[in-house]
C-alpha cells in the first residue's frame, strides 16, 4: 500500500497552525530553565501525562500555561524554527502561522519581541528549509474587543511582518460578531481575515464569521454539517474550511476518527484542508493528521490530491507564486 508513502511525500501547505501549539514539553523545559521559570511539573513526562482533555477548554488552560516560558525574541524564534523543522520533514512547503500576542502581552512580552522572533524565524525558513512561511495574528475571544484594538494598534507598527487576523480561544459564548468593528478595521488596512467557527460552537458562528466579519477562510468549521444551506453556501463561495482531525478527536469534537465527518465535507465539495492546530499537544504534525485520517475514513490518492491542491489554493500565496505549486 503505498497511499501512506503518497500523504507523506507530496508537497502540501498547512494553514492552521498555533505556533504556541507547537511548543513541545521538552522545550517548555528548556525555555523554563533558561528564563529561571518554575513550572508545576516536576518532569517532561509529568507534563505529558497532563495532557488528557475533555473539551476545548481544559486543552486551552494547560496551553496557556505552556506559553508563560516564552520571554526573550530568542524563546519566540526557537520555538517557530523547531516547528519548520518538522514542517519540513512532512513535506510542507509553506505555512501560515498563528500567534496569540495576547498570551504574552499580558505577561508584560513586549508585542514586538513576539513578532520579531517569529518573523525572523519566518525569513529563515525560506532560506534554509525551503519553507515559504507567513504570520497571522490572533485576537483572544474570551477577552474583549476593546482590548483585540489594543493589540491591534500595539502590532502596526509591525504591519508589514503579518499578513492578516484570525480570531481563537474559547469559542462558545464569544460569537464572531463580538468582534465587528475591529475586523472591519483590519479589513480597511488591507489584512487578511479568518476565523475559528463551528469547532464546538453552532453553525450560526459560522454564518456571522463569513456575513458580519467577512473572512476568507474557516478555521475548524465542522460543525457545518448541520446546517444545509451553509454547506451550499460554503461550497458555492469555495470558502476553505481549515480542518484538524486529530485536534478534533483530542479535544472529544467526534468520538473517535472513523467517525470524524471530514471525507463527507470533502465529498460535497467543500474546499477541505488538512492541518495540525496544537501538534505538541495533540500527538501529531501534518503527516500524522494525514495518513491517521486516511486510514480512518478511508479516502484514496485523488482525495489526497484535492486536500494538497486545496491546500495551496486556499492559502494567501500570491498568485504569480501560486502558479509555481499548482
Ligand atoms: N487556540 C489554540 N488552539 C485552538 C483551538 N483549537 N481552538 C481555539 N483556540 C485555539
Ligand atoms: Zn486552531
Redesign the pocket.
Given at each position: 500500500d503505498r497511499l501512506p508513502d503518497l500523504l507523506r511525500l507530496m508537497p502540501k501547505a498547512e494553514l492552521h497552525i498555533?505556533i504556541?501549539?507547537s511548543l513541545e514539553p521538552e522545550l517548555i523545559f528548556a525555555l523554563a530553565q533558561r528564563n529561571g521559570i518554575v513550572l508545576p511539573y516536576a518532569s517532561v513526562d509529568e507534563l505529558r501525562s497532563a495532557y488528557a482533555f475533555t473539551n476545548?477548554q481544559s486543552?486551552?488552560d494547560i496551553?496557556y500555561a505552556g506559553a508563560s516560558v516564552l520571554i526573550q525574541e530568542q524563546d519566540f524564534y526557537d520555538m517557530a524554527h523547531a516547528y519548520f523543522v518538522k514542517a519540513a520533514a512532512d513535506n510542507v512547503v509553506h505555512a501560515e502561522l498563528?500567534f496569540?500576542p495576547q498570551t504574552h502581552t499580558a505577561r508584560g512580552v513586549a508585542i514586538e519581541t513576539v513578532i520579531k522572533g517569529l518573523h525572523r524565524a519566518c525569513v529563515d525558513a525560506q532560506a534554509e528549509l525551503g519553507v515559504s512561511a507567513s504570520l497571522i495574528l490572533?485576537f483572544l475571544?474570551h477577552l474583549s474587543e476593546e482590548k483585540a484594538f489594543e493589540t491591534l494598534e500595539q502590532a502596526l507598527p509591525y504591519r508589514d511582518k503579518f499578513i492578516g487576523v484570525g480570531l481563537?480561544?474559547?469559542?462558545v459564548g464569544n460569537p464572531p460578531e463580538k468582534f465587528a468593528r475591529v475586523f472591519a478595521r483590519c479589513r480597511e488596512l488591507g489584512l487578511h481575515l479568518v476565523a475559528?467557527a463551528g469547532?464546538e460552537g453552532p453553525p450560526a458562528y459560522i454564518w456571522t464569521a463569513l456575513d458580519v466579519l467577512k473572512v476568507e477562510r474557516i478555521?475548524?468549521g465542522v460543525q457545518a454539517i448541520k446546517d444545509p444551506a451553509l454547506m451550499q453556501r460554503l461550497a458555492q463561495d469555495r470558502i476553505a474550511l481549515t480542518v484538524?482531525p486529530l485536534?478534533n478527536l483530542k479535544?472529544c469534537v467526534f468520538p473517535d476518527l472513523a467517525q470524524h465527518n471530514l471525507r463527507q465535507l470533502l465529498d460535497a465539495g467543500l474546499a477541505i484542508t488538512i492541518n495540525s492546530?496544537?501538534p505538541a499537544y495533540f500527538g501529531g504534525y501534518m503527516n500524522d493528521n494525514f495518513t491517521q485520517t486516511f486510514a480512518a475514513v478511508g479516502m484514496d490518492a485523488e482525495h489526497a490530491y484535492t486536500l494538497a491542491r486545496n491546500s495551496f489554493e486556499a492559502s494567501f500565496i500570491d498568485k504569480a507564486t501560486l502558479g509555481h505549486y499548482i
Open positions: 498555533h504556541e501549539g476545548l486543552f486551552l496551553y498563528f496569540d490572533c475571544r481563537d480561544s474559547g469559542e475559528h469547532e478555521d475548524h484538524c485536534s479535544l492546530d496544537d
